[in-house]
């Protein structure tokens, strides 16, 4: 994709035959698959099939265009296993291992008709579709990630764990005679977006925000507010490495005007590599924003700030100084503890103040407010 290409919802897809060539597709070693000019038909239990694209974006979908044997259990599933989609044909029920299982019986599901199986992520929402091609019936399963709030004594609420869909789509047969699979397409919420946020776990709260304060996580609060269609790809654990994988898989084909990073937590970052990041946000016509990471309980963010700051001024770029409305002192030093969620993890990483809770989001939101006012506008609060 060039910057000059129109933007897309398109991420990804690919009809499945035996002629054509498809290296992102990586089948396990072992795997009987039997590749035939109607599609791709799996029979065996041995792994699975992954789609080596990396996407973090938080509203995306994947879209299987897929025939069951009647006895097939099939599995579409994310490689880190948080998420995991089985259809069971004989027993016409769809399941996905949340703790508590969530499941759906679904009478219209029949083998001799094709079908299409939709995986959706919404942020915190996840929602599984099934379509019956030719009767066009369909139904679906929902469920929604509720975080903890903090960790060990500082949790704040009895989660619900749907996983994230952490980080590429995989499928196969869990069981059963054969899942064949002929079409793969992954989309996105929306493109030609006004703002696209990326960067780690501060920039996913959907993984530790309870679902009742999830509104008032400092991304929603900004993709809220500013003047146009905003989306946010955040992943938690990642650093600046990881963020130049996924960013070439989403901006070249959605588009953005503005792409806001904040990226830097989990170290990672360099003047060099922060700079190969701008220019490339650039070399898709968007405008970069470079954030200051906020306050932790390490101080790490005052070095990693310096840096970012560098570039900032290396690129002429703007960014909101998140270190300021979440320290103490409002001076960027040590973080003010009641503005971040408090994770409990004694004995191993200790006692954790990085992820902004509902206060801590305010400040971050008001602060961009200050920094970034070319993102917002005049409608009426």
Known sequence: MHAESAATTLLYHQVLNETGSFPELMVDEG??????????????????????????????????HVKFSDDAVALFKSDTNDFALSV????KRV??????????????????????????RS??????????????????????????????AGVENSSFNTGLQHDYYCFGLQSGSSLTVKQISVLAGACDLFLLLYGDSITEPDGYFPTRDFPSAWTQLIMENVAGRAMSSGRGGCTIHNLLESIKNELPYLKAKYVMVTIGTNGGNSEENLSELVEFILSQGAVPILNNIPCNESGTQIEVNKTIEKIRQKYQLSGSKFDIATSLQHDGMEVDTTMMYYEDYR??????????????SQAIYLRSLIDLPEIYDATLP
């Not at 508590?100 to 199986?117: G, N």
């Open 347 to 360: 004995g191993s990483w200790g006692e954790i103040y990085h992820h902004p809770n509902v206060k801590g």
């Open 88 to 91: 069971d044909m004989s027993g």
């Open 123 to 152: 942020y915190q929402k996840q929602l599984i579709r099934i379509i019956d091609l030719y009767s066009g019936e369909s139904d679906q399963l929902s469920m929604t990630m509720d975080g903890p709030g903090g960790w060990g």
């Open 31 to 64: 795997l009987t698959v039997d590749y035939r000019s109607d599609g791709w038909v799996i029979t065996g239990k041995e792994g699975i099939i992954r789609l080596e694209r990396y996407y973090t974006l938080g509203e995306r979908m994947i879209r299987y």
């Open 95 to 120: 399941s996905v291992a949340t703790n508590p299982e969530s499941w759906k019986r679904m009478d219209f599901l029949d083998a001799d008709h094709e079908y299409l199986v939709e995986i959706y």
